[in-house]
């Protein structure tokens, strides 16, 4: 019967993705998210039927109404990205019993994921992780691990071990920064793991970060086989900038939603 919520919660994600739009697209610029969204070509204030999450882009076919400049394809795939996400980390929680602390719980996961998704998009612009954000990350999960806590669904050890995977991610990637004196990693990435341990757990943790590694490392290979084929294409190589956030993010969301454990380390934090 639950399936009959994922239509709407679909819907909700859009409209939470096209606000993480305003976010992603004006962070920075000294304009606020409460301003009437406009067209970035010829200034036209955008009317409500040009801002349906999805909708709007596709009737318009991509052009503004007003210049016919072309609609960056970020919008529809913000909204749609969100819209997907919220549906499958709710399904993936398996409620079978509603409840005002289950629908806080889910709260705090989807405003996580709205953050991770900002996170995610901002980097892959600007090749930077914004200090506030890897705040807002570790603020959240340390507040739904709170809340599990009290309401004794974690117990002493699992909550020793979202701690320490906080603390040793964060550490790693530090260590890696400071060896490389920033030329392997960035320390935001580093500030990022603090919200990727104390949300994970050691367990699935480490399991993100092996699969952060495994999916760059494949992708990579088959961007450096593809540009190795067109010829007079400049090829990637060992020495070229790929943001890593993105793929810490992904990590993330396959160790949530596969309660992955590689190493097999639950069974000492139990």
């Given amino acids: ?85 919220f549906c499958v980390v709710v399904y993936s929680q398996n409620i079978s019993l509603w409840s005002g602390i289950t629908l806080l719980l889910l709260a705090f996961d989807l405003a996580i994921w709205a953050t991770l998704i900002v996170v995610l998009v901002y980097d892959l612009k600007h090749m930077i992780i914004p200090d506030v954000f890897s705040a807002l990350f570790a603020l959240l999960t340390f507040g739904k691990l709170g809340m599990l806590y009290s309401e004794g669904r974690l117990y002493s050890g699992e909550f020793t071990s979202h701690i320490i995977a906080a603390l040793a991610l964060s550490g790693f990637f530090a260590f890696l920064w400071l060896v490389s004196k920033g030329k392997w990693i960035g320390l935001g990435d580093s500030k990022l793991a603090v919200g990727m341990g104390l949300y994970l757990g050691l367990a699935q943790g480490l399991s993100a970060f092996v699969y952060a590694f495994w999916v760059g490392a494949g992708f990579a290979i088959i961007g450096m086989a593809i540009q190795k084929v ?20 992904l990590g993330t969301l396959i160790a949530f939603l596969f309660q992955s454990d590689v190493f097999h380390l639950t069974v000492f934090f139990s």
Avoid: D
Avoid at 18 to 39: A, D, K, P, Q, Y
Avoid at 51 to 79: A, D, T
Avoid at 231 to 249: D, M, N, Q, V, Y
């Fill in 1 to 85: 019967m639950i399936t009959i919520l994922y239509l709407p919660l679909f819907i909700l994600g859009t409209i939470i993705g096209s606000f993480l739009n305003v976010i992603i697209l004006r962070f920075h610029t000294g304009r606020g998210v409460n301003g009437r969204s406009g067209c970035f070509s010829c200034g036209n204030t955008l009317h409500w039927y040009e801002l349906i999450p999805v909708l709007s882009f596709s009737m318009q076919k991509g052009r503004c109404r007003n210049c016919k400049s072309r609609i960056s394809i970020q919008y529809p795939l913000v909204e749609l990205l969100t819209g997907f996400i």
């Fill in 230 to 249: 067109l010829k007079g294409r400049k090829s990637l190589g060992l020495k070229t900038e790929i943001p890593f956030a993105p793929l810490l993010i």
